[in-house]
């Protein structure tokens, strides 16, 4: 069971950190106003607002795909080799954006744009699951090596590597 919720912790962790450079470049490398932001704009002020508009997604993709390798590199270590902490900040460091992300699409939305929290708050919740399993998973592992450590309830267990 905990070698699975490794496994499940492990993949929805790599698959966020890989929606997260893909969110990127695409936001990166558009060329004109992606269709549901166009939406909470008037025909007339789309040109007027061009200029900002691609250097904020530029901004934007970039940081994600930073973002993005980054969850990627510290999933593929720390997390891997099962740090709480490392999975505590590759979570609050997804979470973060996500949350803003919702926010901002329900600003423009109030616009008459087409987005939603729904896409955010659906991967937040997959972030949240990874992370509830990684806990799950590495929580007695963590214990058991507290108490040997400790000697108290297995003193011969105090200098054996913990699987």
Do not use: Q
């Amino acid at each position: 069971m905990k070698k699975t919720l490794r496994g499940a912790s492990l993949a929805l962790f790599v698959l966020l950190g890989c929606f997260l450079v893909w969110f990127g470049w695409l936001y990166a490398s558009v060329d004109k106003l992606l269709w549901f932001h166009a939406a909470a704009l008037p025909e007339d002020a789309r040109r007027a607002v061009e200029p900002l508009y691609f250097a904020l997604m530029n901004l934007i993709g970039g940081a994600s795909i930073g973002l993005g390798l980054l969850c990627l590199f510290v999933t593929a270590t720390s997390v891997r080799n099962g740090s709480i902490a490392a999975a505590t900040a590759v979570f609050v460091s997804i979470s973060i954006p996500l949350v803003m992300a919702a926010v901002t699409a329900e600003m423009l939305a109030r616009t008459g744009a087409p987005t939603s929290w729904r896409i955010m708050g659906g991967l937040l919740f997959v972030a949240a699951l990874a992370y509830g399993f990684h806990i799950i998973a590495y929580r007695s592992k963590i214990s058991l090596r507290r108490r040997a450590k400790a000697n108290l309830d297995f003193p011969e267990m105090s200098d054996a590597p913990i699987e």
